[in-house]
């Protein structure tokens, strides 16, 4: 039976980076990050624009949905009383916090995941998405 011994094998030690090397990963480190907060900044502003424009919609839609038969007579006839009534800016974003605080993160968050996963799975984002992503990252790929 042959012995194995272990005298003959050693670890190899691992080098140390030098200056320039740790120079360059951190400046490719922060390249990533700043590339990861304008998506989230992107995100964020395009999240606050949707709901910013589609809130009054909703809301026009739900108190359709909600009032008594007869008490409106219509979207259009919704929006006059509603002005009418509260005013402008009182009236038709009436409870637009909530939407925000909700959609504004998530939005961030979907535009960051949307950019990863286009470069892990190769899969081309629609041109629109790649103009609106690289005027904001920087850092798309060519397709």
């Not at 002005?83 to 504004?104: C, D, H, K, Q």
């Not at 995941?113 to 798309?140: D, E, G, N």
Request: proline residues 7%; charged residues 20%; aromatic residues 4%.
């Amino acid at each position: 039976m042959p012995s194995s011994s272990s005298s003959g094998s050693s670890i190899p030690k691992p080098e140390i980076p030098s200056k320039e090397e740790v120079k360059e990963e951190v400046a490719v480190a922060a390249k990533k990050t700043l590339s990861g907060l304008r998506s989230l900044a992107a995100g964020g502003v395009g999240g606050v624009c949707a709901v910013v424009v589609g809130h009054p919609f909703d809301l026009v839609k739900v108190r359709l949905q909600t009032s008594e038969k007869g008490v409106y007579n219509g979207a259009l006839d919704v929006v006059r009383k509603t002005v009418a009534r509260e005013g402008l800016m009182r009236g038709l974003y009436a409870g637009v916090s909530a939407p925000l605080v909700g959609v504004t993160p998530m939005s961030a968050e979907l535009i960051k995941i949307t950019v990863a996963v286009s470069f892990w799975v190769s899969i081309p984002m629609p041109l629109q998405w790649q103009q609106i992503c690289k005027s904001q990252t920087r850092s798309l790929p060519e397709t």
